[in-house]
């Protein structure tokens, strides 16, 4: 299970708590003499709520047979973070300065050994075609050299790796047996936020365990793992549970449980699963072709807050800030420029900058996508030929120098030539000093300021032209240490 400081979520359900038994109502009347027969109109009676649940047993009867137990064998030295801490010597803090010591010492199963055992791992999948293909995550097999996949019939079989996609963590399996148990799929087309969900997995190794929860939100983006748009549940999701499925109320699977957020290594309530539209576009890529292939746009993004909303004059703040352009990609040839914020691409919204990379990341090399952009305080229609995230990009374009402000609190200058070519861009000023708003906002001496509002500055005179347009705030795009980055100054 990966972790990204992040847990998988525990449900706990207590319908029959507070008064809720077998469906009836107790209401609770206030007074030191309230009777017990004393009768309630309807406009006295609370409003009760009922729950709807789905019947989990009927889903875990009809499909818990297609949900597969997956170990794993690794190359010597490739342990996983909980097969390492299996290993953890025992009775002995990991703050004691002699527990490196013993650990060093230690061989499989806590005796002493010189040799490095191979790595072990477990994992969960499902099998989606009655003649052994199954789907897990990319991780669980990661560094594998012997997958076995186990049935709830007893039985076990070594699987071939048909391939796997690191960016999306999928992978798929094929394994030699005919006529077997399937999952039906579904999507998150239809799937609501706070929803029923159900998951099937191998928590710990204790096999065909079901956790159940609710649909916490959808399309969420994570640190690292820009080509999928997540779904969040509150499901229990623990190590052993990673590659399992997440089914609705329907009894389809709608994802994949991958990962889980926290802050203790354990489950903490936030789990994610890779939703099946992008499970099912990878499986059929390495089905054909053994890997599978993602597109690219090249640019670098951020978030758009309230400060840089009011400084590029949006109605509200939402999209995909760019902060640079490499040179040469299709974002280049498409005419996108720094400052730039993308609204929409093919007619979906981007209300966050991940949704962009998500949308990109789904989309095959080659595909024509067009671009609902933001500029200069007017929309603008760009169309974009996606190239292939496996090839080799470019270095991101610099931008230029520098300048002296009071309101502002930076003092500039232009930067000298050989000051351009170590940052790699043609123009900007640097900060010598920054104080006021701008150290406030987190500007930097040495840094190198590009552009204000999204507009490209040479000389101090642009940025005092800017600042005497601008009421209530400022866009400095910032280059620090070869990365571009749009800083919002609020001026108060």
Known sequence: MKTLSLTASRLVLSLAAAGIVGGASVGLVSGTHASAASPVTAQQAPMVAAAVVPDFSQIAQRHGAAVVNISVIGKAGAED?????SRTPPGIDPNDPFFEFFKR????????????????????????SPDGLVLTNAHVV???????????DRREFVAKVLGSDPKTDVAVLRIDAKDLPVVPLGNTKDLKVGEWVLAIGSPFGFENSVTAGVVSAKGRSLPDDS????????????????????FNSRGEVVGINSQIYSRTG?????????????????????VAHGKASHARLGVAVQEVNQTLAESFKLDKPEGALVSSVEPESPAAKAGLQVGDVIRQMDGQPIVSSGDLPAL??????????????????????LTAQLGDAAAKTAKAAGNEKATDQGRLGLA???????????????????????????????????DVLLAVNGAKVQNVEQVRAMLGTSTKSLALLIQRDGTQIFVPVPLG
Do not use: C, H
């Open 266 to 286: 354990g489950y903490q309530g936030l789990s994610f699963a890779i939703p099946m539209e992008t499970v099912l576009k990878v499986k059929d890529q390495i």
């Open 227 to 246: 080509f999928v748009p997540f779904i969040q549940t509150d499901v229990a999701v623990n190590p052993g549970n990673s590659g399992g499925p997440l």
């Open 360 to 381: 990109i990341g789904q989309a095959l090399p080659g595909e024509k996508v067009r671009l609902d952009v933001w500029r200069q305080g007017k929309p603008v229609a």
């Open 81 to 85: 973070e909980q097969q390492a801490a």
């Open 412 to 446: 500039l200058r232009p930067l000298a030539p050989q000051e351009r070519r170590e940052a790699g861009v043609d123009g900007g000023l640097v900060v010598e000093d920054a104080q006021g708003p701008a150290a406030l906002a987190g500007v930097q001496p040495g």
């Open 105 to 128: 010492f230690q061989g499989p199963g806590g005796q002493g050994g010189g040799r490095e055992a191979p790595s072990r791992g477990q994992g969960s999948g499902f099998i989606i």
């Open 142 to 152: 990661r560094n594998a050299q012997r997958v076995t996949v186990k049935l709830t």
